[in-house]
């Protein structure tokens, strides 16, 4: 009871199809190879899924309310930090922020990047006008650079490249590839 009323906890928001079929894939994949997908992780990955930027930790925490009331910061970072450990979602590091990983799924047992280099690896497109950011996986960027670090002794343990710029959409709204950053 809060102030007189029942507050209902709902167990899932009304996501779109695409993210329920991605969600249903990754509860699979858990599975598959002996994790549990909570209905806490679950949620906050539908969450990260659903929107069109990135996310960071207290706007997930803020959308996770409405569903789960008593959710705490730790709720929430509990949450990420298995999503991140189980290469499901990638944090951007310039927004301090969450995004799905749009590779790992379709990465099998005998994913010859994975196996050559030992590290999940990925390009990120970082739009200054609108926010969106595109996930590229080219693995001929991903070599270059980790045979370049294991050239000087260095063992890699990720591979993020951010590249900050214009989207496509913006460039064509005329937006300019000025220095300005959107606030987050």
Not at 97 to 121: I, M, P, T
Request: charged share 20%; hydrophobic share 40%; with cysteine.
């Amino acid at each position: 009871m809060k102030g007189g009323r029942l507050v209902q906890q709902q167990a899932e928001p009304d996501f779109a199809a695409h993210v329920i079929a991605r969600l249903d894939e990754v509860a699979d994949w858990c599975h598959h190879h002996g994790q549990r997908l909570t209905i806490t992780r679950r949620l906050v990955l539908g969450l990260i899924l659903a929107e069109e930027r990135p996310l960071g930790a207290y706007d997930i925490l803020s959308l996770l309310r409405e569903y789960q009331p008593k959710a705490v910061p730790p709720t929430v970072y509990r949450a990420l930090e298995f999503l991140l450990e189980q290469g499901l979602i990638h944090r951007i590091e310039r927004l301090s922020a969450f995004v799905g990983c749009h590779h790992r799924l379709a990465c099998h047992a005998d994913c010859k990047s994975h196996k050559a280099w030992g590290v999940h690896r990925a390009q990120f497109l970082i739009c200054r006008h609108c926010g969106r950011v595109q996930e590229l996986e080219q693995d001929v960027v991903a070599a270059v650079l980790l045979q370049s670090a294991r050239g000087q002794g260095f063992h890699a343990e990720a591979a993020t490249v951010e590249i900050e710029g214009t989207c496509a959409e913006c460039a064509a709204a005329g937006q300019s590839n000025g220095n300005e950053m959107i606030d987050h």
